[in-house]
């Protein structure tokens, strides 16, 4: 989440940004909406191949994890990432 919120500021323009948190019996739930610039879809697409970019790293932490990210740009305007991350136990590293 401070990843995304520290892209917000880096990337967005002027923008607000929302934080979602949802827990289930099964897995936690974190979802930052901004509602700035957002990237046009080829750049977006581009990113998970890029090195040394937040998204890559919030996605390796995530998937060690057992979990899933996904991100890209929202209807409608800005920009959201979505991370799921299971609560059993079945990802964790150790």
């Given at each position: 989440m401070q990843e995304s919120l520290t892209n917000v500021t880096r990337h967005a323009g002027p923008a607000g940004a929302t934080v979602r948190i949802a827990y289930g019996e099964k897995d936690l739930t974190v979802q930052v909406d901004d509602d700035g610039n957002g990237l046009e879809p080829p750049l977006a697409a581009d990113i998970?191949?890029?090195?040394?970019?937040?998204?890559?790293?919030?996605?390796?932490?995530?998937?060690?994890?057992?979990?899933?990210?996904?991100?890209g740009p929202r209807p409608g305007g800005g920009f959201r990432v979505l991370a799921r991350l299971p609560l059993d136990g079945e990802g964790e590293q150790g």
């Open positions: 998970p191949l890029r090195p040394g970019r937040g998204l890559v790293g919030m996605r390796e932490r995530v998937a060690a994890l057992g979990g899933d990210l996904t991100a």
